[in-house]
């Protein structure tokens, strides 16, 4: 089957699971809405979404933490650290892939040089403007296999995270159902 049919057929069977805690995300239920891709809400062990596909749960194996701008990613690394490292602690000991979904970035470039223009504390009370710098270097240290073994996905437009979503999964499904397969 080619990976066009493929991909049609993975469309028509796939459940989306959002985090009953996920919270502005109209703009990407909307376009699974649109796309005529099934969601549902339900409480998540982990991460923001992960899907279904027949009956088979893919919830405790595949997940995306999403994050909609470098402003949200600094608060979690500043206000909330314990919190999210205690979370990506708990999806790197379970979950055999995560992706952290950055929005409004659209690379590792931008996001080291991302600045605002009003000037914030840190943790530690120093003054900073630079805070794309401080959520590069956390995240390149969080990623690395050693740590919490994420990939990052960027969507510089977040009109785009639902397709970025399930494009992810898609391919997650392909590569698991390569695996399973009867060998010939």
């Not at 109209?26 to 992960?50: A, C, R």
């Amino acid at each position: 089957m080619s990976s066009v049919n493929e991909k049609k057929e993975f469309m028509k069977k796939v459940t989306i699971l959002v985090d009953t805690r996920e919270q502005k995300n109209k703009h990407i239920t909307d376009v699974f809405s649109n796309l005529g891709i099934m969601f549902k809400q339900q409480k998540l062990d982990f991460g923001d979404y992960s899907f279904t596909v027949d009956s088979r749960d893919f919830s405790c194996s595949c997940v995306i933490e999403r994050k909609a701008g470098i402003d949200e990613v600094y608060g979690n690394i500043t206000a909330d650290r314990e919190r999210i490292e205690k979370e990506l602690d708990t999806i790197s000991k379970n979950a055999n892939q995560c992706t952290f979904m950055l929005e409004n970035c659209s690379g590792w470039e931008h996001l080291k040089g991302f600045e605002i223009p009003e000037i914030k504390a840190d943790k530690q009370g120093r003054k900073v403007r630079n805070i794309g710098a401080s959520v590069y270097s956390t995240l390149q240290s969080w990623k690395c296999g050693n740590r919490y073994s994420f990939s990052v996905e960027f969507v510089p437009d977040q009109n785009h995270s639902a397709l970025k979503i399930l494009e992810i999964f898609f391919w997650y499904y392909h590569n698991y159902k390569k695996q399973t397969a009867p060998r010939k």
